[in-house]
């Protein structure tokens, strides 16, 4: 298997602008995570799926950030309207059942 | 919010020395996770460790648990260069049959040659 992909691996952006960051998951995998990573605050668990499902959603930030997952091998995370203070590393991860995950490289994402 | 909490935040070796890493946490786990993170990386797993286990060995790694303490260490044992890199401890809440994953700030570890 590939792992878990993530795309785009950069993005710069300007203030006020849409990002969409993407994830296929590892096959047969059950559970998707999004984390975002920063100096400041370390890796955040934003939301996580079972089966497609969102299950906690609690870490979203605020209603700028969306998150679907349409099937069980593709999720999106959605910023709109972007702004400087979302500048992170963002990581999807996902893992079958309860045990290890697997993360992707990131998505390094830069908002001027 | 983050659950668990590392010691230290960093922490500078000689090769061949042993690395000890401390994670301490909140509530009630299903169970414990070591991962490792290299520069520019994603995390990669390192060793999963039951809350009714006290020690685990996989390779030159060594981990404990203390339920009663809410408390694990890693221990890395004759270093190498190449164990250079981040460190984070991850629980897994019983609340939710383990489903939640919340990480720790991690540990920088430099391995000097």
Known sequence: ?112 | SQQGEEDPQALSIQEGENATMNCSYKTSINNLQWYRQNSGRGLVHLILIRSNEREKHSGRLRVTLDTSKKSSSLLITASRAADTASYFCATASSYNQGGKLIFGQGTELSVKP
């Open chain 1, 1 to 112: 298997d590939a792992g878990v992909i993530q795309s785009p691996r950069h993005e710069v952006t300007e203030m006020g602008q849409e990002v969409t960051l993407r994830c296929k998951p590892i096959s047969g995998h059950d559970y998707l995570f999004w984390y975002r990573q920063t100096m400041m605050r370390g890796l955040e668990l934003l939301i996580y799926f079972n089966n497609n499902v969102p299950i906690d959603d609690s870490g979203m930030p605020e209603d700028r950030f969306s998150a679907k997952m349409p099937n069980a091998s593709f999720s999106t995370l959605k910023i709109q309207p972007s702004e400087p203070r979302d500048s992170a590393v963002y990581f999807c991860a996902s893992r079958g059942g309860i045990g290890e995950l697997f993360f992707g490289e990131g998505s390094r994402l830069t908002v001027l």
